[in-house]
Nanobody
Framework: QVQLAESGGGSVQAGGSLRLSCASS????????MAWFRQAPGKERERIAT???????MYADSVKGRFTISQDNAKNTLFLQMDSLEPEDTAMYYC????????????????RGQGTQVTVTL
């Protein structure tokens, strides 16, 4: 059974940086797409970044220019570098993976992690 495990969350002041990691129990090169979602309290879960097998990336407008998604197939790990963090970035962050496509909907991804909390304070 494929497992994804996020780490790297925590509390940081506005303007700071965090780097999230998502370790896969299987080879990440087998996925067509890996993605990061986040969900803030009382809000819908939001897809914020994807990376596909050809290293094409996509970012939500809310994080574009501040967040960077990357994938290290030698380590079977997905990363999310988050810079210039804002209080509005406070959320639970989830990584996901799929073999065939990148999807908008979180629940369409067959593999999903348990999440890591990011809190940004003023």
């Amino acid at each position: 059974q494929v497992q994804l495990a996020e780490s790297g969350g925590g509390s940081v002041q506005a303007g700071g940086s965090l780097r999230l990691s998502c370790a896969s129990s299987t080879y990440t090169y087998t996925y067509y797409c890996m993605a990061w979602f986040r969900q803030a309290p009382g809000k819908e879960r939001e897809r914020i970044a994807t990376i596909d097998r050809n290293s094409n990336t996509m970012y939500a407008d809310s994080v574009k220019g501040r967040f960077t998604i990357s994938q290290d197939n030698a380590k079977n790990t997905l990363f999310l570098q988050m810079d210039s963090l804002e209080p509005e970035d406070t959320a639970m962050y989830y990584c996901t993976a799929a073999e065939h496509n990148c999807y908008n909907n979180y629940r369409t991804y067959p593999y999903r992690g348990q999440g890591t909390q990011v809190t940004v304070t003023l």
